[in-house]
């Protein structure tokens, strides 16, 4: 249930800084973003230069500019739970603490504000803030947003405001889990020869893990690196039983160049010859391509001065590429304080960041 008090309204002319702060002071973990998405909407209705959207706790505001791109600048409103760090605070170093300071209100302001401030961006724009990303994958509002109204989410290429420490990551790598089950036949292990050892059928699979060689491929100019790892494995009845089923858990991280039913392909192929009984597909999220090469992102990397790095874990940049819209991320946090106590991000970053979009938008 949704318990968040009655909160001012957002006040979008602030600098990103002080608009950071009034974000953190405005609780919203998890399944309670529902008065800020409130807030978020009646700030962004009140530009006329947008047209303003919203699915559940999701809002969605759009120039319709007629321009050749659009590019869509998306971040996640709730936060995890807070620990004692809010209201925010500024130290006398310049440095903003409280919950959400850097993942990811600080992105947030960055996007409210280029919302209020650039009225004629040179790409049509697109602005997302969603629910849930903190929690379980199916209560993504991202994911809402992009099951039930994907036109809302149409674009170029899309920039999440996530915490990446002033640079640019792109794309990140796909993550499938299997397991490979092996089977035998019990039997009392005084009289093991009445029966077969389903753990020792494992052990090729086991050997094809150790032996494995990652991948490294450059993918739009960013080097991957693939890993294919055992995550657990099971069997065995009891101490004096032959056991008859053993499961080894298979974790393969991928390069965004293969898509899901290449990467399941791969792993089906590599342990094809390890007597493997059953092949069960456990969970599989693709990974995204960064699309750097296309011309908006080249653009974006210029005018945010940064270097584009690889993403290995999995984000919502992958929702958008799955949509068809290459993603990256840019903010200002540190991601190493995400989820932290003493999250914390300096307050001078954040309008720095503001201008660089800006600069992007409007050159
Ligand atoms: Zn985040």
């Not at 089950?181 to 494992?202: D, F, L, P, Q, V």
Request: with cysteine.
């Amino acid at each position: 249930m949704d318990q968040t008090p009655a909160q001012p309204p957002l006040d979008l002319t602030v600098d990103a800084a002080a608009l950071t702060a009034a974000l953190v002071d405005f609780p919203s973990p998890s399944g309670q973003e529902k008065a800020l998405a409130d807030a978020i909407e009646t700030a962004l209705r009140a530009l006329p230069h947008l047209t303003v959207d919203r699915h559940g706790n999701n809002v969605v505001a759009r120039t319709h500019l007629g321009r050749a791109e659009r590019v869509i600048l998306a971040g996640h409103i709730d936060t995890v739970p807070i620990a004692g760090n809010v209201p925010s605070r500024l130290d006398e170093d310049g440095v903003l603490w409280g919950c959400g300071t850097c993942d990811m209100k600080s992105g947030v302001a960055v996007q409210l504000r280029i919302a209020q401030t650039v009225p004629e961006p040179n790409r049509d724009l697109t602005f997302v803030f969603y629910d849930n990303e903190e929690v379980a994958a199916h209560l993504n509002g991202l994911g809402h947003v992009a099951d039930a109204h994907p036109d809302w989410l149409a674009g170029d290429f899309a920039v999440l405001l996530e915490p990446t420490d002033g640079q640019v990551e792109g794309g990140c790598q796909g993550t499938l889990r299997v397991h490979l089950k092996t089977t035998g036949e019990r039997a009392h292990s005084a009289r093991a020869w009445m029966g077969s050892n389903a753990i020792h059928a494992a052990a090729p699979i086991l050997a094809k893990l150790a032996a494995y060689e990652p991948r490294t491929p450059v993918v739009d100019g960013l080097q991957y690196h693939e890993g294919l790892n055992a995550v657990g494995i099971e069997g065995g009845v009891a101490t004096n039983v032959i056991p008859d089923a053993c499961t080894v858990v298979v974790n393969f991280r991928y390069a965004p160049d293969r898509t899901p039913e290449e990467a399941e392909a791969f792993v089906r192929d590599y342990f094809a010859d390890c007597g493997i009984d059953e092949f069960v597909v456990d969970d599989h999220t693709g990974g995204a391509r960064p699309g750097l090469t296309h011309p908006s992102a080249q653009a974006f990397l210029a005018a945010v001065e940064a270097e584009a790095r690889p993403k290995f874990g999995w984000t919502d940049v992958a929702r958008f590429s799955a949509l068809g819209v290459p993603a990256v991320n840019y903010s200002p946090g540190d991601p190493l304080l995400a989820h932290k106590v003493n999250e914390r991000v300096k307050a001078s970053l954040i309008p720095e960041a503001e201008a660089k979009l800006r600069a992007w938008l409007t050159s």
